[in-house]
């Protein structure tokens, strides 16, 4: 049997991680792998998760199963923390996952269970991981116009004229906030156009919220998502607490799903557990007990928002100190776009030779479509940053 497999197209962020391993020089800088650093290049553990760890270590008493859907302590803490006043109460089924990919998977899951000719409208681009998840599941595909190479903002007429051909019942993929991989975001106004036509059309939005915090604030994060919700009859969320808690390892997300009305929240609900069972059983529940400890807790959820505020105000530094490096040496504000950018990630519009240039001549190693991690950087790799970027001739 297994001599019948044939080689996996490698995954490219994981061949860049090995090629930054390997790269002997010392002054190499990882701006590929999606993972936040502080300026000494750790990923630390936030303090109001080791407190939480360390009260859940001595009060625990037991490691048995949850239920297929989780603690729904945690599915009501984190849904309160992105959908606030928008949650549709009576409406709402959810269940924990590993991470946010395993929401994207189980939410994929739901629409194909439910509606297996739906087609899955995706951002162009997007993180690799939709279409390869889309793809690997079979399911009918269409993608929308998003992002500017000119402007490396958003096409917002483009997008707006490729989803005037979603049909009722189609899915659409949406980045909450925080675009993975370009950081261009629209704006509340654009948000209320896109609401409206998926609403008109009979779309049911799937939204990806992986970054909330890390862009304009938690409660500015949030405000899409729950905007597409007052608009729409149902919607799927797929929610994770990778980057705002810093627990990647830890693999905690949660997959929400509007039903269009209390009738039908039980069946929505109990297929959502089934798929959890089918898939992997009981969800992993150390992550997700140590988030629901943290919003519960009115001390825990005051530290940990403000160390998240700590991080979200880096990361706009460094934004502005690479934007200006740049206009410094280019004599033009063609690279503000960086500063304008939210989140983790820019598209920096560079081509794959370039990117390949920046590598080979200066260490600095970023995806080939040239999608870099703001969180890689410090003081002094922004500097360098600009240097490669401008002998590249970016």
Not at 35 to 52: C, Q
Not at 59 to 64: G, H, P, R, Y
């Amino acid at each position: 049997m297994l001599t019948a497999l044939t080689p996996q197209a490698p995954d490219k962020i994981l061949a860049l991680m090995a090629a930054f391993r390997e790269d002997p020089r010392p002054g190499k800088i990882d701006l590929g792998v999606g993972v936040y650093k502080d300026a000494s290049g750790l990923t630390p553990v936030m303090r109001a998760v080791k407190a939480a760890e360390r009260q859940l270590v001595e009060e625990q008493d037991t490691k048995a199963y949850t239920g297929l859907a989780g603690d729904p302590a945690y599915a009501d803490a984190l849904s309160d923390l992105v959908l606030g006043d928008a949650r549709p109460e009576g409406r709402l089924a959810a269940v924990a996952t590993p991470g946010g990919t395993g929401a994207i998977r189980q939410g994929l899951e739901l629409i194909r269970l439910a509606t297996p000719e739906a087609r899955v409208w995706m951002s162009n681009p997007t993180w690799p991981n939709h279409p390869a998840i889309v793809g690997y599941l079979g399911m009918p595909t269409a993608s929308y116009r998003y992002f500017d190479d000119d402007t490396r903002g958003v096409d917002f007429d483009g997008m707006v004229e490729d989803l005037a051909g979603v049909a009722a019942g189609d899915a659409v993929i949406l980045h909450g906030c925080c675009h993975n991989p370009t950081g261009a975001n629209l704006t509340l106004d654009q948000w209320r156009t896109i609401a409206d036509l998926l609403a008109d059309r009979g779309a049911v939005p799937f939204v990806d919220i992986a970054y909330q915090g890390f862009g304009d604030g938690l409660e500015a994060d949030a405000e899409a998502t729950r905007l597409i919700l007052q608009s729409v009859p149902e919607a799927i969320i797929a929610a994770s607490c990778s980057k705002n808690f810093g627990i990647y390892r830890e693999r905690t997300g949660l997959l929400m799903a509007m039903a269009p009305s209390a009738d039908h929240l039980k069946v929505t609900q109990g297929a959502m557990a089934s798929l959890n069972r089918l898939n992997f059983s009981f969800p992993p529940d150390h992550g997700a007990r140590v988030v629901t400890m943290i919003l519960t807790d009115d001390t825990l959820r005051a530290d940990w928002a403000a160390e998240l505020e700590e991080v979200r105000l880096g990361m706009l530094g460094l934004r502005e100190a690479l934007a200006t490096a740049l206009r410094d040496r280019v004599g033009s504000d063609r690279f503000g776009f960086l500063a304008a950018h939210r989140g983790m990630f820019s598209r920096l519009g560079a081509t794959p030779e370039q990117v390949e240039a920046m590598r080979r001549d200066h260490g600095v190693y970023m995806v080939g479509d040239s999608r870099l991690n703001i969180a890689g950087l410090n003081a002094q790799t922004v500097p360098i940053l600009a240097d490669a970027i401008v002998a590249a001739g970016v």
